[in-house]
Antibody, heavy 120, light 107 residues
Framework: QLLLQESGPGLVKPSETLSLTCTVSGGSISGTSYYWAWIRQPPGKGLEWIGYIYPSGITDYSPSLKSRVTISVDSSENQFSLTLSSVTAADTAVYFC????????????WGQGTLVTVSS | DIQMTQSPSSLSASVGDRVTITCQASQDISKYLSWYQQKPGKAPKVLIYDASNLETGVPSRFSGSGSGTDFIFTISSLQPEDIATYYCQHYDNIPFTFGPGTKVDIK
């Protein structure tokens, strides 16, 4: 069974950079036909796709966040990471990592999510 | 970006009732739509993909239909464990976007 686990600071100061890592177990992150994604959900609100990365390193980002987002992959550690720069209170959210299947394009495995609060 | 709308935003129904949620895309997305169920404090779970295909292991009381811009999600007989928020999501192009969600509870 594939498991994804987010890790990183739960509190980030405004204007600083948010950094999260997703560790994948129970399967290889290098497999073809899967993308590795970040999705966030502000408290009490809906879901927002941030972006994803293919094991080769090819990325796609939401245009609304593209100037501040970087997603990278470390196949040797079976991890992928998110950095979001110049954060504001609007970036406070539960951040989920997820696998996106290239077969049916679903987000079929998810981490439990981690709350990141932006506050001084 | 393609905008997704859902209605209603919330509903209450009795156990055994048929529940219907609609989702509309701001432009033609063909069949490229999924439905997710999210319970409080949990990650979403995919139920339907390609508008009408049931994900493996999902009970058959869940179904989806539609194409183009208008889609329907149905629970044929509401069960207590179906209490959740349901989201539609398109994957026709980047950026993927989700609907605002429909909260379902028991009357």
């Amino acid at each position: 069974q594939l498991l994804l686990q987010e890790s990183g600071p739960g509190l980030v100061k405004p204007s600083e950079t948010l950094s999260l890592t997703c560790t994948v177990s129970g399967g290889s992150i290098s497999g073809t036909s899967y993308y590795w994604a970040w999705i966030r959900q502000p408290p009490g609100k809906g879901l927002e796709w941030i972006g994803y990365i293919y094991p080769s390193g090819i990325t796609d980002y939401s245009p609304s966040l593209k100037s501040r987002v970087t997603i990278s992959v470390d196949s040797s550690e079976n991890q992928f990471s998110l950095t979001l720069s110049s954060v504001t209170a609007a970036d406070t959210a539960v951040y989920f990592c997820a696998r996106n299947s290239g077969y049916d394009h679903t987000f079929d495995f998810w981490g439990q999510g981690t709350l990141v609060t932006v506050s001084s | 970006d393609i905008q997704m709308t859902q209605s209603p935003s919330s509903l209450s129904a009795s156990v055994g009732d048929r529940v219907t949620i609609t989702c509309q895309a701001s432009q033609d997305i063909s069949k490229y739509l999924s439905w997710y169920q999210q319970k409080p404090g949990k990650a979403p779970k995919v139920l339907i993909y390609d508008a009408s295909n049931l994900e493996t292991g999902v009970p058959s009381r869940f179904s989806g239909s539609g194409s183009g811009t208008d889609f329907i999600f149905t629970i044929s007989s509401l069960q207590p464990e179906d209490i959740a928020t349901y989201y539609c999501q398109h994957y026709d192009n980047i950026p993927f976007t989700f609907g605002p969600g429909t909260k379902v509870d028991i009357k």
